[in-house]
Structure formats: structure tokens, C-alpha cells
């Protein structure tokens, strides 16, 4: 083993890395210093550091990073569009950089030399992690056990649990992984890797079904600036409280579910559930106001850059510069980007009815159908032949 003087560990409390602390201790013989980031899932912290201590933790380090992730990672994010092959609004994809960089950070304070994590090697996280790590102090050592250890499936790991005195919860065992935040609850694995498998609705945490949404619909109103949605319904928020309201109604109105097949980086498909209802919210209000805000040619471009923005973060080089220098492309576009949606979210659907600004480029006296005094009509017969005079000459090449 390499030669370490104290490794922090991203530590959840479960199963998995419960079983990695003990292994770390036993193998490297050093400190080990567990560390949990609270981004907004549901855990009961107090026993996550006593389970912690107890499993030989030398400290366990909380750290609630829940107001840095909406401003910092999720706002940015939702400010260039950023949606993966269409459909994926990038819950985990965005935590694991937070939670790096906050790992390293500790790692510093505490004088460690290593940074370990619970990721397999068959997945994104593995790459999100560790390409965050040199990203920020490539100096770190860094120990990935699901790589290099023997015990490589469940029951090697409740047996290795089971030997060195680590509880493992008495409970039926979900047929399905899941990782929560305040983006999204993702699930995967188990009846899920069958991809024709409907999920199961008692599975679903975050939305009520569609079809047990309220039978009247919700209308609500978010204001932007420079991109950022500032206010609720007329009441101006700070983005963490914000961002719950918006979860909470769009789990109410069963807005966010996604059943999707995506490409991992690592070369596989795999079949993954999600729940995203405050994103679903706030990409569709976002976009909308988008509509009379940009310039066409500047969206044009902007939406160009969407698909390569969000595999950056998919593929985990959000500490890249190439994903730094986008970011600055799509904040430009957003100077323009201020005023007020009305969504109506209804039964699973986030509807925009309604959008406006003072910087709205729509000109109802330019599009009106009756009269104006601004638009010749006559002047698109000259246009039209203009633009069409590279088909006449196809079409005369080709008779």
C-alpha cells in the first residue's frame, strides 16, 4: 500500500463506506477522518457521526454546503440550460464537485495527505471525484478501495461488516440504489437495470404521482435577473429558500420524473430514475423568459454550446477551463435575461402562460395582424427572392 499519513474519507454512514473507513484504517494504518457533506439530503447527522466514531473514525467532519450548491453549482448550471442528451438535469453529476472541493479542503486543514471515496469502478462518480481532486490539489494521493480491494459485491461486504463489529441496519433491502440532494433523487441498479421494468410508485420520494396530484392547478410566478430566478410569487428570497419553495411545489404537482437509458462516461448505458422537481421549474420558467429576452442569433449560438457545457459536468470537469470559459460565454447571454414567467404546473406538467420584461424584445406593434405603421409587407417579396435565389439556380442547374 502507498505510503499515507492521514486520509479524509467522503463518508455517507452506509453500507459501502462504512466498510471502506474500517478498510482504510486497517490497511494504511494511519488516521482516518470521515467526512459527510450535507447537501441537501435527508439523514439523520447525529448518527452518522456516531456511527462514524464508532467504525474507528479519528473525526468526523459535517459540513453543510446546501446554500454554496444552489448558488454556486445548480444556479450556474440552470443559467446556461444545461440538460444532458436531452432530458437529464444533472442532479448527481453537479453535487460531486462541491463535494470535492470541500474533501480537499479538509484534507488541507487537517494536515491529510489522501482523499478517499466510495465510488465503483464502473461508474461516473469515480471520474467526477477524482478528476475534481487533481483538478484542485493534484498533489493528493488518492485511494479509490473499489479498484483495488477483494470484496467486490454486497454479501463480501455485510460479511466484512459483520466480522469487524459494523452495524448493518436490519431492513428489507430496496431493490435499487438511490443518492439524494437538493437537485434531485436519482435510482438505479437492482429491478432498474431491466430498462422495459416500470419503477415501482412506492419508490418515488421527492413527487406524488401525476395522478394524484391536486385536481386544480397551481399558478405561481418567478422573477429573474441576469438569469437567476430572485423572486417567488412577488416576494423576494435568497436562492437556498427559493429553490425548497420550488421543490416543494413542484413535488406537490408530481412535476419531475424522469425514467431515461444515458451513456455514462465510462463507455456503458445504463437505465436511471430521477425526481427533479424545483429544476424542472426552474428550466422551463428560465427558458421561457428566454423567448423575449435574447437575441436570436445570440441564443442560436448559446444553444449551440448547451450539449458540450453539460457532458463537461456529465463527464466531471467542472474545475476544467474549457467548462470555465462556457460559463463565461453563458453568463454573457444572461445580462439580458430579467423579468417575471407564470408557470402553471398541473398533474405533472410545468406550463408557462404567461412571461415578461422591460428588456423584452417582443414588439406586439411589429407582430400584430391587423393594421400597423411600422412593418411593410411589401417588403418581404424582395427577402423572399434574395433568399430563394440559391434554390433557383439549383433547381434551373438542374432541369
Known amino acids: 500500500m502507498t505510503n499515507v499519513k492521514k486520509i479524509v474519507l467522503a463518508y455517507s454512514g452506509g453500507l459501502d463506506t462504512s466498510v471502506i473507513l474500517k478498510w482504510l484504517a486497517q490497511e494504511y494504518q494511519c488516521p482516518i477522518i470521515a467526512y459527510a457533506a450535507d447537501?441537501?439530503?435527508?439523514?439523520?447527522?447525529?448518527?452518522?457521526?456516531?456511527?462514524?466514531?464508532?467504525?474507528?473514525?479519528?473525526?468526523?467532519?459535517i459540513s453543510d454546503l446546501k446554500k454554496e450548491f444552489v448558488e454556486d453549482y445548480i444556479f450556474p448550471a440552470f443559467r446556461s440550460n444545461a440538460i444532458y442528451e436531452g432530458s437529464y438535469l444533472?442532479?448527481?453529476?453537479?453535487?460531486?464537485?462541491?463535494?470535492?472541493?470541500?474533501?480537499?479542503?479538509?484534507?488541507?486543514?487537517?494536515?491529510?495527505?489522501?482523499?478517499?471515496?466510495g465510488a465503483t469502478g464502473k461508474g461516473n462518480d469515480q471520474v467526477r471525484f477524482e478528476l475534481a481532486y487533481l483538478g484542485i490539489d493534484p498533489k493528493l494521493t488518492i485511494i479509490a478501495p473499489w479498484r483495488i480491494w477483494d470484496l467486490n459485491s454486497r454479501k463480501k461486504l455485510v460479511e466484512y461488516a459483520k466480522e469487524h463489529n459494523i452495524p448493518v441496519p436490519v431492513t428489507k433491502e430496496k431493490p435499487y440504489s438511490s443518492d439524494e440532494n437538493l437537485l434531485h433523487i436519482s435510482f438505479e441498479g437492482g429491478i432498474l437495470e431491466n430498462p422495459w421494468n416500470e419503477p415501482d410508485a412506492a419508490m418515488f420520494k421527492l413527487t406524488v404521482s401525476p395522478e394524484k396530484a391536486p385536481d386544480i392547478a397551481t399558478y405561481l410566478e418567478i422573477e429573474?435577473?441576469?438569469?437567476?430566478?430572485?423572486?417567488?410569487?412577488?416576494?423576494?428570497?435568497?436562492?437556498?429558500?427559493?429553490?425548497?419553495?420550488?421543490?416543494?411545489?413542484?413535488?406537490?404537482?408530481?412535476?419531475?420524473?424522469?425514467?431515461?437509458?444515458?451513456?455514462r462516461f465510462v463507455g456503458m448505458k445504463s437505465h436511471g430514475v430521477y425526481e427533479t422537481p424545483g429544476g424542472t421549474i426552474l428550466r422551463t420558467a428560465h427558458r421561457d423568459l428566454e423567448t423575449i429576452t435574447m437575441d436570436r442569433e445570440v441564443m442560436r449560438i448559446r444553444d449551440s454550446l448547451i450539449a458540450r457545457y453539460a457532458e463537461l459536468i456529465y463527464n466531471g470537469f467542472w474545475f476544467s477551463p474549457e467548462r470555465e470559459l462556457l460559463q463565461t460565454t453563458m453568463d454573457a447571454t444572461q445580462k439580458t435575461v430579467n423579468g417575471t414567467v407564470r408557470?402553471?404546473?398541473?398533474?405533472?406538467?410545468?406550463?408557462?402562460?404567461?412571461?415578461?420584461?422591460?428588456?423584452?424584445?417582443?414588439?406586439?406593434?411589429?407582430?400584430?395582424?391587423?393594421?400597423?405603421?411600422?412593418?411593410?409587407?411589401?417588403d418581404a417579396g424582395g427577402f423572399i427572392r434574395l433568399n430563394g435565389l440559391r434554390l433557383r439556380i439549383q433547381a434551373m442547374q438542374k432541369r
Open 343 to 378: 408557470l402553471k404546473l398541473y398533474k405533472g406538467n410545468c406550463i408557462p402562460v404567461g412571461r415578461k420584461s422591460d428588456q423584452s424584445l417582443y414588439q406586439e406593434s411589429f407582430a400584430t395582424f391587423e393594421e400597423d405603421q411600422v412593418y411593410n409587407q411589401a
Open 90 to 117: 444533472l442532479g448527481t453529476s453537479l453535487a460531486r464537485p462541491i463535494i470535492a472541493k470541500e474533501q480537499v479542503r479538509i484534507a488541507h486543514a487537517e494536515g491529510a495527505d489522501a482523499v478517499s471515496h
Open 224 to 263: 429573474f435577473a441576469n438569469g437567476d430566478p430572485v423572486a417567488l410569487n412577488g416576494v423576494k428570497m435568497e436562492p437556498l429558500p427559493l429553490f425548497m419553495q420550488l421543490n416543494a411545489l413542484g413535488g406537490a404537482n408530481g412535476i419531475g420524473r424522469l425514467d431515461l437509458v444515458e451513456n
Open 39 to 61: 447537501v441537501g439530503q435527508e439523514e439523520d447527522w447525529d448518527a452518522v457521526r456516531a456511527k462514524g466514531l464508532a467504525t474507528g473514525a479519528e473525526k468526523v467532519i
